[in-house]
């Protein structure tokens, strides 16, 4: 069962992420290659704080969904007035001084990564993996 609920939860979170890769290059008809990073931002935002801080899950995932937004915005600001193939390349650059902050930073674990994050909060009677699979699949 564990390994149905982890289909289930990466399902999810990779329909999230195809979708927001479909809405820009679909619709928008640009090639953004920093989602991941901007994913990556949110994940971090939400994980530093739940894994240092007593903080409440809630808060920690309306930070974590503030900061993915704000660094969205950065990228959106730094090449507005780029498309094509210079969009691409800023994008590119935003992702790759993403990874190389986030692999030299102590409180991000480094190349270890971040450990001793909480689990999900029980949601109406389920354990912590049924929360999890809910909340992905809900988001």
Sequence with gaps: MEYANSLVMFGAVYIVL??????????GRQFLISQAAMWGVGAYAYGIPGALTNWPTWTCAA????????????????????????LAITSFAFQ????????????????????????????????ET??????????
């Design 130 to 139: 049924g929360s999890a699979v809910l909340l992905a699949v809900l988001g």
């Design 18 to 27: 195809m979708t927001s890769f479909a809405l820009i290059a679909g619709l």
């Design 63 to 86: 930070v974590g969904i503030a900061a993915g937004a704000a660094s969205g915005m950065v990228i959106a600001i730094t090449a507005i007035r780029v498309s094509g193939v210079y």
């Design 96 to 127: 790759i001084v993403f990874v190389n902050v986030l692999q030299n930073l102590e409180v991000t674990g480094g190349q270890s990564g971040l450990a001793g994050i909480r689990p999900a909060p029980e949601i109406g009677g389920l354990d």
